[in-house]
């Protein structure tokens, strides 16, 4: 059942609802992967973004890989709990399907703020028992750890892995993302893990205008340098190769793209 979000304070025009046919960073980000969740007002501005940077399908891709990587790392590491804070629009391989390969018990838990998001979560990916989908804005942490705590579907005296993949850049400055991340780290075991990916405000300045058209949805963003980035992993271990594009994690033969999307991994000593 997708419960409400109650604090009026975060019901800020960029708060999705379902069917308010506004901008929204899920559809977008699905219509970039290839996925058939978006509506026109999505699609129109993927097509702006991509007149300027063809690339970006293969970046949300490398994001996606980036993903995968830190998911392989915690759990070769023995971690077997993972939460996927703005989980978006499910698209395979999800985090259980990648955590399971290793890890067959591993237990994976969805959160996202969309209630649309949350419902494909719920259809898709909670077959399996120890998977299961949430709705939960990360711009209130203790509300997401206080139900993952009291439904009892992540023990937070065990190491767990939480990715922050492509939704702390929707965390405006005034909403405290530094604030967001210690929420979590504080609750950590020894020996959990965390990952971000983020937009760079190194990015191409034209590419940064045309994000500037998001303004007042939920897709409104606002990319980070990495020195900003670095801080949010402020108590973690940093792991090499540190904060750089996502693509630099994977290969090293992999292009350049103008829209940079920087990634990290932390581990807590
Ligand atoms: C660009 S998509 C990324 C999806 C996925 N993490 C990935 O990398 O493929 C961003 C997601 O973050 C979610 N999101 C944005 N702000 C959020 C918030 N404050 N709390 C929870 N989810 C949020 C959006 O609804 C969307 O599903």
Redesign the pocket.
Same mark, same amino acid.
């Given at each position: 059942m997708v419960e409400g979000i109650e604090d009026p304070a975060l019901e800020n025009e960029r708060t999705?609802r379902p069917f308010d046919g506004q901008l929204n960073?899920?559809r977008?980000?699905d219509y970039l992967?290839g996925g058939k969740d978006n509506l026109e007002i999505d699609r129109g501005m993927a097509h702006e973004m991509l007149s300027r940077a063809p690339e970006l399908k293969t970046l949300v891709w490398f994001?996606?890989g980036f993903?995968r990587k830190s998911i392989e790392l915690a759990a070769d590491a023995g971690v077997r709990q993972f939460i996927?804070?703005? %989980?978006? $629009?499910p698209?395979s391989p999800n985090v259980h399907e990648v955590a399971r390969e290793i890890e067959p018990s591993a237990r994976v838990v969805y959160?996202?703020?969309?209630p649309v998001?949350v419902a494909h979560c719920e259809a898709l990916l909670t077959k399996p028992s120890g998977v299961a989908a949430m709705l939960?804005?990360?711009?209130r942490p203790q509300d997401i750890i206080d139900q993952l705590s009291d439904r009892a579907l992540i023990d937070f005296d065990e190491p767990v892995a939480i %990715?922050l $993949?492509?939704?702390l850049h929707?965390?405006m400055d005034h909403e405290h993302p530094a604030e967001v991340v210690a929420a979590f780290r504080d609750r950590l075991a020894p020996g959990s893990y965390l990952a971000i990916?983020h937009g760079s405000s190194d990015s191409d300045p034209e590419i940064l205008r045309v994000l500037t058209g998001t303004d007042n949805s939920?897709a409104q963003v606002d990319f980070r340098s990495a020195a900003q980035i670095e801080k949010f992993l402020a108590g973690f271990e940093l792991l090499e190769p540190g904060v750089v594009p996502v693509q630099e994690w994977l290969r090293p033969d992999l292009p350049e793209t103008r829209m940079v999307m920087l990634g990290a991994i932390g581990r807590k000593p």
């Open positions: 999705p960073s899920a977008v980000y992967l994001a996606r993903l996927d804070l703005g %989980s978006g $629009i698209i959160v996202d703020y969309d998001v939960g804005d990360i711009r %990715s $993949i492509g939704v929707y965390v990916s939920s």
